[in-house]
Each structure stands twice: as C-alpha cells, then as structure tokens.
C-alpha cells in the first residue's frame, strides 16, 4: 500500500507522541533511580544523569524489606497467573465446545463478578476470610486474584478458540483423538498467542493489587511490593532515591514477563491450516 | 476396501429436516459421487457417513457393521476436507502421522508408514515443513497423505478441490482418479462440480432437497434421466425445456406434438415407457449439444433466434432469449462468425429428445 506523504508524516508524529508519552516516565523513573540524591532534587531537572551511584538500590535491598515484598508478589502473581491458566483454559474450552442447558446464561454471570467494585466486596469477604483462618495470608490475595482475573480470561480465550476452525478438531476427531488430547495437543497449541495474553493480563492485575493486599495482610512479612513499598518510601519525608529504584524494581518483572512470552504474540499461527 | 449401506436415514436440525429417508448401497471399491444444489444436503450425508453429524434415524453400517452411533475414528474411515484442515503447528510428517499415534502404533512404525504414504503422493522432500510453507496444491496433498496413512475402509472427500484455482484442480483430479485405480479403495466424493462427477464417479447421486432423484453411472444420468431436475443438473449447458402440446401417438408408440414455440407439428418422441398415457401438455427436453445442423437425416428444421451469441473457440453458444424464462441455449459448432440478431436455421433429432410431465417427472 502506498501513502501519501502527509499520512505517512501523521503516522510517524503519533507514534513518535506515544512513544513520549509512554517512554518519558519510564526514561525518567528508570535513570532517576542512578542519580545522586543532591541531582533527583535538582532545581533544573536533567534528563541525562550527570552523575551515577547504586546507592538507593543498596539501600533499598539491604536497608529494607523490599526483596521480601518483591519475592511475596512474585508468589502471589505467579501462582495467580498459574491458577488462573490452568482453570480459564479448560473452562473456556468448555463454553465454547460444550452444549449444556443454560451455557450462555452462565457464562454471561460469571461477568457479575465484575459488577460490583473491589471495594464493596472487601468487607464481606474479609469476614468470610476471617472465619476460614485465610487473613494474613498469601494464599488469600491468590484466592483473590484469581477470582477477579478468571472471568475476563475466560471470555478472552474463548474468542481465541472460536478463531480455531472447525475442520481442524474435526480433523483430529477423525484420527480419533479424544477430547483432552485434542485440547493439549492442537487447540492450546493454536490458542498460544490467546494464552500468552491472559496471562500477562492475571499477572499484571495480580502484580499491581492493592486494595486486598493492604487490607487483608496485616504482618509486615507477608506484605506484597505495592503496599510495602509504598510504606518504605517515608512516613515523614519522601526518599525519591528509594522511590525511584524501588519503582524501577517493581517493573521489571513485567518486562521481563513481556520479554520472555512476547514470542508467542505472532500472528498468523493457524496459516496454512484451512487456506 | 468396504460396502456401505445407509437404510432410512434422516437428519433433522430442530423442526428443519435436511436429510429426509436417504437409503444408498455403496459397493467394494466403488467410487461414489455425491452432487446437487448448494443446501441439498450432501454435504451433511457424508458427515452423517464420517460421524461428525447425528443421524437422527435410520442405520448406517460399514461392512454389515451397524455404525450409526460409533465414534469417527471408530469406522475405518478417513476423511478429506474442503479447507484440508491440517493441524498447522506440526510438520507436514506430524500432521500425518497424528492419526497413527492416536491408534497407538509405536513411533519407527509411524515414520515407515508416512514415508510410504508420502511416496504415493510425492511428498516426500516436504514431511519437515509445516503447511504454511506449502502451495495450496501440496496442502491438499498432504491431507490425502493424512487420509491414506492410515489405511481407512472408506475414502470420504467433502469438496477437496473447490479451493484450488482451475489448472490445479484439473490435475489433482487426475490424481484422485490415479489414486482411487491404485488404491481400489471405497471412496465417497462430495462436489458441486458436475464436470468433477462425471469425470471421477462410478456412480453418481443426484441429491435435492435432502433426497435421493437419482443414483446411476454418469452416462446414465445424462441419457436417461428420471426426472426434469436430474436432466436439468447434469449437463452443461443446462438442458432446455419447452412446452409442447400432445397431438396424438404414432402405431409404435411415439407420441405426436406439437411445440409452437419451435414452430414444430407431428413432432414424434418415443416417451421412456412405450404404452404409458400422455397429458395432453408436457415439456420436451432438449440439450443444447443436441441441436444439429439444417437438413440433417431424421431431423425436423427449425430456426432459433439469435438473441445473444457466445465463441469459446471451438464451439459456441446461442442464447434465444439470454436472461429470460424460456429461453433456449443451443450449442453449435463451426459458425465463428455468427453475430447475434436475426435467425439461424438448425434441426432437432426427435430421438435424443426427452419428455416431461409438467410437474417433473420423466414420461
């Protein structure tokens, strides 16, 4: 396709306006966390750092209970994620094959569970938490966040079976393969791309969850990185060295997750298959 | 190798009845071709056969074998599907020898068996490739492989090759005629290609509306069709039915009309059935390659409009009256220079004529 050059000069201005828009606070975060304290204050604030230290993030490691935080969210986020995976698959699979009085009833409810803010729930919730012995404890935000996750991951996933054309179960139902097989072997194989989603979508929801957290945890130990962290950076006064390492911190893990699946978001994984 | 056999078989989808009291004896060997109408069913009839689709009553078995309700891969069937259907995360060698893994034969056997297969098909050089990296002519390809791998009773195609373009289909036709001789296998066929029926079956079945017209060789169904729908899908160009008036019977049974709109009396055509009455109006059927030149032996004359022409080389095709009801088409050959406008001088051989009741059937 050919474009003229205004349109192709208005592409690149957006792109180049998104690309700001997003990157600056991360340029700024990112390289702010390597600064000297004296230079973060700056009056002038520089956007290449002048000077380099690792002292906020010595600080921040030795000096806190930050990689406790860190190592509590990586286990509520990926077992979350984990959980959420292994349940939204087979159950969206089901919603999509199946043929069941009230199938589409059904999976219209199990949006309800975004009806109500999280807020609106909490104290219900932490009065049936608290009766079955769940508070303080990590497998509570799991519980949590798998719950919240597993409905949108549900829909999500059936579209991407949907997307799989007939013929190819059809096909495998032929060669006599049976339902379970015809799911590991060729449908979450084909559905890669739609699982790879979902699963950025629970880990990053479970990532970032703040309102159970900081609710339904009470010990310092058992504290996941966005309320912990926001307990670090000072009752008094704010340390922005600390604030922006640990910051810097906390985003890894999602780009490294990014990093590591964003192969499997190629498209055009069924070419070949019916055309 | 197998017979089929499929006694009253019908298939609704909630009040909506698709197939309606199907019965078909489908011999050893044979190569049967399922034709008719976009909605017909024929489709739905070979998956009825595959297992794919409920059979709503009626049997079907495999070799005396009631099949009705088993599963697919329970029927010593395979089957070829319009979009090939191949699983495209595995290599073409996978993809083949899924099926086999399935019937849990172990992997050194697998392999012979694909490269056996392959060889059939000469696919040898592509069983690391996944079927992205294949034209559409080697994809299809690979899910016959898929299909003789495994060594199925029955043979079943549902429209294998209207996703090919013309040049391929031609030759993958060749192929599945080659295949059929070499394998000897049963082989189901479904196709709204008339030129893919004639060419490939042994036998062809004209289904309408969910049943049987007709079952019969393919020159069968062209000489003597049973009825007006039969006459009118086999063929190309669609043969041409006219209105005619019944004047009386000849001493040896033909019966006399008169078709005004050819401008024919005394026309005398011998009806399917020698003594069988007449309605006093019927249509005659008439091909359009059956139109012969002026003057021809036992032939009456008659002059055809020329209300539009068409040249394909060879031969051409005149249209009397090109988009209208009633207008006839008429094949002829060495005119190149025909023009439309006017009339042109023809004749019609009383014996390759066929009559119909108005409501259809072959008298």
Known sequence: ?275 | MAELSIRGVRKSFGETEVIRNVDLSVGNGEFVVFVGPSGCGKSTLLRMIAGLENVTSGTISIDGADVTHADPSKRGIAMVFQTYALYPHMTVEENMGFGLEMAGIPADERKRMVRRAAETLHLETYLARKPKQLSGGQRQRVAIGRAIVRDPKIFLFDEPLSNLDAELRVRMRIEIAKLHADLGATMIYVTHDQVEAMTLASRIVVLRDGRIEQVGTPLELYNNPDNQFVAGFIGSPKMNFVPARVTGRTEDGAVKLAVDSLGLAEFAVMPRERNATMPETLSIGIRPEHFLPPGTDGAMDVSLGLGAVEHLGGVSYIYTEPGRDGSLTAEVRGLPGLKAGGLLPLAVNPDTCLLFSTEGARL
């Open chain 1, 1 to 275: 396709m050919k474009r003229s050059l205004p349109a192709t000069l208005l592409l690149g201005l957006s792109g180049l306006f998104l690309l700001l828009l997003i990157g600056m606070p991360f340029w700024w975060v990112v390289t702010g966390s390597f600064k000297l304290p004296q230079e973060i204050i700056a009056r002038v604030p520089t956007m290449v750092p002048h000077s380099f230290t690792l002292q906020h993030f010595a600080k921040l490691l030795s000096g806190s209970d930050y990689p406790v935080y860190m190592i509590n969210s990586l286990l509520v986020a990926g077992i979350s994620t984990a959980i959420t995976l292994v349940l939204s698959v087979p159950a969206a699979y089901a919603f999509f094959r199946l043929a069941f009085p009230g199938r589409e009833a059904l999976y219209r409810i199990i949006l309800l569970a975004y009806a109500f803010p999280s807020i609106v729930v909490l104290i219900p919730l932490f009065g049936m938490f608290a009766r079955i012995g769940l508070i303080d404890t990590l497998a509570a935000l799991v519980i949590i966040n798998v719950t919240f996750a597993l409905p949108f991951s549900i829909w999500m996933l059936r579209s991407f079976f949907a997307s799989v054309p007939k013929e190819i179960e059809e096909a495998a139902l032929m060669d006599g393969a049976p339902p379970t097989v015809i799911l590991r072997r060729i449908m979450i194989p084909l559905i890669a791309p739609g699982i790879a989603s979902v699963g950025i979508f629970a880990f990053i929801s479970a990532w970032t969850e703040y309102v159970f957290a900081s609710v339904l945890i009470l010990s310092d130990a058992k504290r996941t990185v966005p309320v912990g962290f926001s307990g670090i950076i000072g009752q008094y006064q704010i340390d922005w060295g600390l604030l922006l390492s640990g910051a810097s911190l906390a985003v890894l893990p999602v780009v490294i997750l990014f990093a590591l699946v964003g192969r499997w978001f190629v498209s055009g994984l069924t070419e070949g298959a019916v055309k």
